[in-house]
């Protein structure tokens, strides 16, 4: 067994960390007018496919299912964030 530092978990854990201040910088104010508020939840939102599409391939180990698994997971992600896009762009500022 061969050990590589960081690890692939390490690597997706501080990718995770990275995107969870990613989500934390758009949510505040700190943004100025430079990006209005719907954008800013539309680019939270889609970190959050993100991260949640991370936690399942690489600590769920859905990379290892068969592929008809890892494309009901994906489809399942792909429908709710969408139903997630259309409710924000529904009820606009």
């Given amino acids: 067994m061969t050990y590589s530092f960081p690890s692939r978990e390490t690597f997706v854990w501080l990718l995770l960390i990275m995107a969870t201040l990613a989500t934390f910088y758009f949510s505040g104010s700190t943004l100025g ?5 719907s954008e800013s939840r539309l680019i939270m939102i ?48």
Avoid: H
């Fill in 33 to 37: 007018s430079a990006i209005t508020s």
């Fill in 46 to 93: 889609t970190i959050a496919a993100f991260k949640c599409r991370l936690v399942m391939r690489e600590f769920m180990q859905i990379k290892n299912m068969a592929l008809p698994w890892k494309l009901a997971f994906d489809g399942w992600l792909l429908l709710v964030s969408t139903i997630i896009f259309i409710g924000l762009g529904l009820s606009q500022d």
